[in-house]
């Protein structure tokens, strides 16, 4: 399975979110950092994001949040071609909220790799045809959750098995947990 780059949004993916169980569970999860999740900066953040991609080995597939989405879709050229994939999860609308506004013009352009979108009928950071325009225009599969909020533990999104079995859809993996998990003993598979 390729590295799965975790890319959370304004703020940080704090402890129970979706984000952080999946870098704590998932073996080839790398997360990226930022010096400042608080007044994020467009060109520090792709440059931390650029950095995490590159010191990979091989192809990886980003799993982005939020503002971590619009983030990912500022990355160079020379930088997408290490991406296989990417997991694009309630992304923001940098052009509505003043302190995202450095992250504003979202480019409308295809993306060179395969990408699942997913967002909220009723995200209160990004209008549901925001982010079905940002799927059009990246090229993305759409996926719509029918009042999910931004998707994060607020809204009750903690392990979030969708979103595992979309990785997955990513990955090619047959479970992306499965390196995670001890394996079975003789004893467990004689009763199973």
């Known amino acids: 399975m390729p590295p799965i780059i975790i890319v959370p949004g304004w703020r940080?993916?704090?402890?129970?979110?979706?984000?952080?169980?999946?870098?704590?569970?998932?073996p080839n999860?790398?997360?990226?950092?930022?010096?400042?999740?608080?007044t994020p900066s467009r060109s520090t953040w792709v440059a931390s994001i650029t950095r995490t991609i590159l010191s990979q080995a091989g192809p990886v597939v980003i799993v982005a949040h939020?503002?971590?989405c619009?983030?990912?879709?500022h990355l160079t050229p020379e930088t997408?071609?290490?991406i296989q994939g990417a997991l694009l999860v309630a992304p923001a609308d940098p052009e509505r909220r003043g302190v995202l506004a450095d992250f504003a013009p979202v480019p409308y352009q295809a993306l060179p790799y395969r990408s699942i979108l997913v967002a909220s009928s009723n995200d209160p950071y990004?209008?549901?045809r925001t982010a079905g325009a940002y799927a059009r225009?990246?090229?993305s599969e759409f996926v719509r959750l029918q009042?999910?909020?931004?998707?994060?533990?607020e809204a009750g999104f903690g392990p979030w098995p969708l979103g595992l079995a979309l990785l997955q859809s990513l990955t090619g993996s047959a479970d992306p947990l499965a390196a995670s998990r001890p394996p079975l003993s003789t004893s467990q598979l004689e009763s199973a």
Do not use: E, F, K, Y
């Open 12 to 26: 940080d993916s704090g402890p129970g979110h979706w984000q952080s169980l999946w870098a704590d569970a998932l």
């Open 29 to 38: 999860a790398v997360r990226v950092q930022q010096d400042d999740w608080i």
């Open 66 to 68: 939020s503002l971590g």
């Open 70 to 73: 619009i983030a990912s879709m």
């Open 80 to 82: 997408t071609q290490h």
């Open 126 to 128: 990004c209008p549901v």
């Open 137 to 139: 225009a990246w090229g």
């Open 147 to 153: 009042n999910a909020g931004h998707i994060n533990l």
